[in-house]
């Protein structure tokens, strides 16, 4: 069975579209960042923040913010928000589960109170930022999810029915974004903000500096040692001595043998366009400026940037064997002409706009779609991992759970069961591999055949296992 994305494209089309795109991130590429300097001898301090992305950044600046006699220090290996927090698309999605249906399927008896949350943090989030004159270009456009193909119709339907949003019928869809893919909409105001990500990123830096938290990048953390009163890290620089950690080194290995398994590294493609015109921009509507993702298994995420580019992600996600994290696997061609011809069947009308950028990022992923926690050396190391791709706004509640449970606090965070509770680990190779693809192989037969999800799948949703795109 088609789908709406099997449609030929012009090869011609796509090697012009592709023809002067730089390989990078479009968001680093176009920031100024300070230099945070390396540290020049040992160091000593209260909490050291090891990871220098979203997780890092809000548990250092948390923790400043609720313990402002302590040293706090956070150290990156590359620059600051150089890896995932450099190259996402920017959307800060109220949901911590990975979506509602996730959470409920998981959760159902929290999914209220995580739903809840999950509104609170966004809300917060913005009042933070605008308090602490922190600006990553944040807009609350709101989500608009699309159904490309008939089946898609009746989940938006059911989502709307379970308070999820506005359904939007083929015309009011296409009369809001003019796409010939669109067959319905559900459109949700207040779930989703947009930024830069990599401002975000340096913003957060900038106030963590304000409140008091030492930075250093090119420092990267090799080993902990434990005993006696003080945790000494080892770098690639001097030793640092502290009482407590958080690690948030997202997608790369944990300093920690156990958490491993719990994730594997799934590389995530992206293209932006130069921006678009005015007469470019009234061929496509797009008023509202809402973040936009379609509804298959392998699914496309787009929106506007502040100077009109669009970013367009998502479908393909792949791994690689050995949970490998290389930069040789940033610039696959193949991924890049399948997200330019899905590009043009989605917006035709936009024959003559090119790409400036294209790039890829790790995204880290465990059997259950959303964070977990640990703690680790007697409850004096904290950590955090599997965001899997929803980690913008999630990173910030996140932090506050990590610090949480360093001060021993029992919160209406650190009861929750999502909290308490690990995912199941992945096995290892060759049977890590061997299963991520026969499941992706299986998500993109389920998108070619009207969501109809064969006998793998289904024992893999009864085990509350899998793998998301």
Same mark, same amino acid.
């Given at each position: 069975?088609?789908t709406a994305? @099997?449609?030929?494209?012009?090869?011609?089309?796509?090697?012009?579209?592709?023809?002067d795109s730089?390989?990078g991130s479009?968001?680093?590429?176009?920031?100024?960042?300070?230099?945070?300097g390396t540290?020049?001898?040992p $160091?000593?301090?209260?909490?050291l923040?090891?990871g220098?992305g979203?997780t890092?950044?809000?548990?250092?600046?948390h923790?400043?913010?609720?313990?402002?006699?302590r040293?706090i220090?956070? $150290?990156?290996?590359?620059?600051?928000?150089w890896a995932?927090?450099g190259?996402?698309?920017?959307? $800060?999605?109220?949901?911590?589960?990975?979506?509602?249906e996730?959470? #409920?399927?998981?959760w159902p008896d929290?999914i &209220?109170?995580?739903?809840?949350?999950?509104r609170?943090?966004?809300?917060a989030?913005?009042?933070e930022?605008?308090e602490l004159?922190? @600006?990553?270009?944040?807009q609350r456009?709101?989500?608009? +999810?699309?159904?490309t193909e008939?089946?898609?119709v009746?989940?938006? !339907?059911?989502?709307?029915a &379970?308070?999820?949003?506005?359904?939007?019928?083929?015309?009011?869809v296409?009369?809001?974004?003019?796409?010939? =893919?669109? *067959?319905?909409?559900?459109?949700s105001p207040?779930?989703?903000?947009? $930024?830069?990500p990599? #401002?975000l990123? *340096?913003?957060?830096a900038?106030?963590?500096?304000?409140a008091?938290?030492?930075?250093?990048e090119?420092t990267?953390?090799?080993r902990?040692?434990?005993g006696?009163?003080?945790?000494?890290? /080892?770098?690639?620089?001097?030793?640092?001595?502290?009482r407590q950690v958080v690690?948030?080194?997202?997608?790369y290995?944990s300093?920690?043998r156990?958490?491993?398994? /719990?994730?594997?590294?799934?590389?995530?493609?992206?293209l932006?366009t130069?921006?678009?015109? &005015?007469?470019q921009?009234?061929?496509?509507?797009?008023? !509202?400026?809402?973040?936009i993702?379609?509804?298959?298994?392998?699914?496309?995420?787009?929106?506007?940037?502040a100077?009109?580019?669009?970013v367009?992600?998502?479908y393909?996600?792949?791994?690689?064997?050995?949970?490998?994290v290389?930069?040789?696997?940033?610039? !696959?061609p193949?991924?890049?002409?399948?997200?330019?011809?899905?590009?043009?069947?989605?917006?035709?009308?936009?024959?003559?706009?090119?790409? +400036? /950028?294209r790039w890829a990022?790790?995204?880290?992923t465990? =059997?259950?779609?959303c964070? /977990?926690?640990?703690?680790?050396?007697?409850?004096?190391?904290a950590?955090?991992n599997?965001? =899997?791709?929803?980690?913008?706004?999630?990173?910030?509640f996140a932090? @506050?759970?990590? *610090? @949480?449970?360093?001060d021993?606090?029992?919160?209406?965070?650190?009861?929750l069961?999502?909290?308490?509770?690990k995912?199941?680990?992945?096995p290892?190779?060759?049977?890590?591999?061997?299963g991520i693809?026969?499941?992706?192989?299986s *998500?993109?037969?389920?998108d070619h055949?009207?969501?109809? !999800?064969n006998?793998?799948l289904?024992?893999l949703?009864?085990?509350?296992?899998?793998?998301?795109?």
């Open positions: 069975m088609q994305f @099997d449609v030929p494209v012009d090869p011609a089309l796509i090697d012009r579209a592709l023809a730089a390989l479009m968001w680093l590429d176009l920031t100024e960042r300070p230099d945070f540290p020049s001898g $160091v000593t301090c209260d909490l923040v090891i220098g979203y890092g950044l809000w548990s250092a600046l923790a400043a913010r609720r313990h402002p006699d040293r220090v956070l $150290v990156e290996a590359e620059r600051i928000g995932a927090s190259r996402n698309g920017g959307f $800060v999605d109220a949901s911590l589960t990975h979506g509602y996730n959470g #409920k399927a998981r929290e &209220d109170l995580l739903e809840t949350m999950g609170e943090n966004l809300d989030m913005g009042a930022l605008a004159g922190l @600006d990553p270009e944040w456009t709101g989500m608009l +999810s699309v159904a008939p089946h898609q009746e989940w938006l !339907r059911e989502a709307a &379970d308070g999820q949003g506005e359904l939007l019928d083929l015309r009011e296409r009369e809001d974004v003019h796409s010939p =893919t669109y *067959l319905a909409g559900l459109y207040d779930t989703c903000a947009l $930024v830069h990599a #401002k990123a *340096l913003e957060l900038r106030g963590c500096r304000e008091g938290v030492e930075i250093f090119h990267t953390a090799g902990i040692v434990s006696g009163a003080a945790l000494r890290i /080892h770098t690639d620089g001097p030793v640092i001595t502290c690690l948030g080194t997202n997608v290995p300093l920690l156990r958490n491993r398994f /719990h994730t594997v590294p799934v590389y995530d493609y992206v932006a130069e921006p678009l015109t &005015d007469s921009l009234d061929r496509i509507g797009w008023r !509202r400026r809402q973040g993702g379609d509804s298959a298994n392998q699914f496309h995420y787009y929106r506007l940037s100077d009109n580019r669009i367009w992600g998502g393909d996600a792949v791994y690689h064997y050995g949970r490998r290389d930069a040789a696997y940033e610039d !696959r193949q991924t890049y002409r399948r997200l330019a011809a899905h590009f043009f069947l989605t917006f035709p009308q936009l024959d003559d706009v090119r790409f +400036s /950028h990022g790790a995204i880290d465990n =059997t259950r779609f964070a /977990h926690w640990g703690l680790a050396r007697e409850g004096r190391v950590y955090v599997g965001f =899997t791709g929803l980690g913008v706004g999630a990173a910030r932090a @506050d759970v990590c *610090l @949480d449970l360093l021993g606090d029992q919160t209406e965070r650190t009861r069961e999502m909290v308490r509770r995912p199941l680990p992945f290892p190779e060759p049977l890590a591999s061997a693809q026969a499941t992706r192989w *998500l993109d037969r389920a055949h009207a969501g109809r !999800r006998l793998l289904r024992a949703d009864s085990a509350g296992l899998g793998f998301d795109s």
